[in-house]
């Protein structure tokens, strides 16, 4: 079992900057992917952002490619969601989640196989 825990959400100005954080806990040594999803009221889960456990590889929806970046640090089984540029339009729940098996779309809900609480961000204008 793989226990996700969320944090860093809140209200900002557009404009402003967040950084999310995710630590993973239980059997951590099985994720393959980590990755941030966000919904916002009425709309689709959306993929914001993955990153291969093992090496790095980054992926990235292009409505925040060049704002957002994802990392991680595998020593505090920790990765992190920093938000750059934001506008009322990021406004949603995040959703940390990780994949135990080999994720071939690392945007897509399917792939993964546990999932945080949700934290909520607030972009306004």
């Known amino acids: 079992q793989v226990q996700l825990v969320e944090s860093g959400g809140g209200s900002v100005q557009a404009g402003g900057s967040l950084r999310l954080s995710c630590v993973a806990a239980g059997y951590t040594y099985s994720i393959n992917f980590m990755g941030w999803f966000r919904q916002a009221p009425g709309m689709e889960r959306e993929g914001v952002a993955a990153i291969v456990t093992s090496d790095g590889t980054t992926y990235y929806a292009d409505s925040v490619k060049g704002r957002f970046t994802i990392s991680q640090d595998n020593a505090k089984n920790t990765v992190y969601l920093q938000m750059n540029s934001l506008t009322p339009e990021d406004t949603a729940m995040y959703y940390c989640?990780?994949?135990?098996?080999?994720?071939?779309?690392?945007?897509?809900?399917?792939?993964?196989?546990?999932w945080g609480q949700g934290t909520q961000v607030t972009v306004s204008s």
């Open positions: 989640a990780a994949g135990i098996v080999r994720a071939y779309l690392p945007l897509h809900a399917p792939s993964y196989n546990y």
